[in-house]
Nanobody
Framework: QVQLVESGGGLVQAGGSLRLSCAAS????????MGWYRQAPGKQRELVAA???????NYADSVKDRFSISRDNVKNTVNLQMNSLKPEDTAAYYC???????????????WGQGTQVTVSS
């Protein structure tokens, strides 16, 4: 069993900051990539930011220069620092990990339960 537990969502005014954290636990052999996705009402889930085990990052154009993703490979945690938040950042944010539970099997997607971020104007 693998669990991804998120924390740090909430309500913030436009221009403010929030920090999301996610911890992966359970039967984990290795984690290829970790990241954050978001889904606003009536919209598809989209990638916000991702980071590989070697530290390569990828950001959605809409959050570049405002959000920063970081990872601790020892603790199996990933953080998302969100600055200069805008009302259009309002969404449920989901932690994602692509990982192996044992040597030899294929990497599989695991998801957290989601944390709500609401940015008021």
């Amino acid at each position: 069993q693998v669990q991804l537990v998120e924390s740090g969502g909430g309500l913030v005014q436009a221009g403010g900051s929030l920090r999301l954290s996610c911890a992966a636990s359970g039967r984990i052999f290795s984690i290829n990539a970790m990241g954050w996705y978001r889904q606003a009402p009536g919209k598809q889930r989209e990638l916000v930011a991702a980071i590989t085990s070697s530290g390569t990052t990828n950001y959605a154009d809409s959050v570049k220069d405002r959000f920063s993703i970081s990872r601790d490979n020892v603790k199996n945690t990933v953080n998302l620092q969100m600055n200069s938040l805008k009302p259009e950042d309002t969404a449920a944010y989901y932690c994602n990990a692509v990982l192996k539970t044992r040597w030899g099997n294929l990497p599989t997607d695991y998801w957290g339960q989601g944390t709500q971020v609401t940015v008021s104007s």
